[in-house]
């Protein structure tokens, strides 16, 4: 059974910067695209990143170049670096999985795993 268990989240100044992290121990992700989203208070959830099983990445456009996603296939591990950020960025973040999933975008109908969400609060 793949579970995935997220972490790194926290409290941030603006401008900050914080590393997400999103594992699956004993589960190997090798063939799967790992995906990033997050939904803020009173709304829907969105997607931030996704990387495919062979390391393409896409990301939506307020995250670009501020946002990096990576994976580490040996550590069963993908990871969201988050620089510069923003109020907006706050919420709750979610990692997901799915095979063959980040196909050219982030979207959520492509993952049958997910994890169980990381705060992100983006305060002065």
């Known amino acids: 059974q793949l579970h995935l268990v997220e972490s790194g989240g926290g409290l941030v100044q603006p401008g900050g910067s914080l590393r997400l992290s999103c594992a699956a121990p004993g589960y190997g992700l090798d063939y799967h695209g790992l995906g990033w989203f997050r939904q803020a208070p009173g709304k829907e959830r969105e997607g931030v990143s996704c990387?495919?099983?062979?390391?393409?990445?896409v990301y939506v456009d307020s995250v670009k170049g501020r946002f990096t996603i990576s994976r580490d296939n040996a550590e069963d591990t993908v990871y969201l670096q988050m620089n510069a950020l923003k109020h907006e960025d706050t919420g709750i973040y979610y990692c997901?999985?799915?095979?063959?999933?980040?196909?050219?975008?982030?979207?959520?109908?492509?993952?049958?795993?997910w994890g169980q969400g990381t705060q992100v609060t983006v305060s002065s």
């Open positions: 990387i495919t099983s062979g390391g393409t990445t």
């Open positions: 997901a999985a799915g095979i063959e999933a980040c196909d050219g975008a982030v979207s959520a109908t492509e993952y049958n795993r």
